[in-house]
């Protein structure tokens, strides 16, 4: 496979689950991102990782939790979340930091109820 | 903080018009860039611009980075029906934002 895939595409969860969303890039970028896409709000950038190390945390509330094993994968780990939440949660990955032209998956679309 | 203002916020247009939207902000910034996203997808790079004054395109779509560094346009040519879909600026400077998009329909 090429390029940033998600799963899952679609997922509903109550506010007392645990879940994890999953992220992986087959093309060898060193940068990737998590983004939240919610209804007529510009994207909203949540967490950077630069070779696997986290360097940017949007004042993300702890109920988020990224993981990066390696530069190929990006989880996100989702407890005890609010209606609020639910949005679409798009991974993207870029050579390096400093190169704005991402890759996007085709996100998850995620609903709390 | 700052935000990217685009207009217009949608449009309906027929199947062959020419689209102009564009996209300010009241910072300058170092790079625009343009993303298009189909529905039930992530939005893909279109079009970058790295200096003043330039002009690129891609396709029949022209993009231009401002002489102020404050703004940028895209055009779109004789639109078809595979255009349709959510198109967002992105400015970098310091930091990096998107707008918060156009809407694009066409009718065939």
């Known amino acids: 496979e090429t390029g940033v895939t998600q799963t899952p595409r679609h997922l509903v969860m109550g506010m007392t689950n645990k879940k994890s969303l999953k992220c992986e890039q087959h093309l060898g970028h060193n940068a990737m991102y998590w983004y939240k896409q919610s209804a007529k709000k510009p994207l909203e950038l949540m967490f950077v990782y630069n070779f696997k190390e986290q360097t940017e945390n949007n004042s993300v509330p702890s109920r988020f939790s990224p993981e990066c094993p390696n530069s190929s994968h990006l989880f996100l780990h989702l407890h005890t979340l609010q209606p609020e939440d639910s949005a679409l949660y798009l991974c993207?990955?870029?050579?390096?930091?400093?190169?704005?032209?991402?890759?996007f998956g085709s996100g998850t679309r995620l609903t709390v109820v | 903080g700052q935000q990217l203002n685009q207009s217009p916020q949608s449009m309906f247009i027929q199947e062959g018009e020419d689209v102009s939207m564009n996209c300010t902000s009241s910072?300058?910034?170092?790079?625009w860039l343009w993303y298009k996203q189909d529905p039930g997808e992530g939005p893909v790079l279109l079009i970058a611009l790295y200096k003043a004054g330039e002009l690129t395109s891609n396709g029949r779509l022209t993009a231009q980075f401002g002489i102020t560094r404050k703004d940028s346009f895209l055009n779109i040519s004789a639109s078809i029906p595979s255009d349709v879909g959510i198109y967002f600026c992105?400015?970098?400077?310091?930091?990096?934002?998107f707008g918060t998009g156009t809407s694009l329909t066409v009718i065939p």
């Open positions: 993207a990955s870029s050579q390096e930091v400093r190169d704005h032209g991402y890759t």
């Open positions: 992105a400015g970098a400077g310091n930091q990096f934002y």
């Open positions: 910072s300058i910034f170092n790079t």
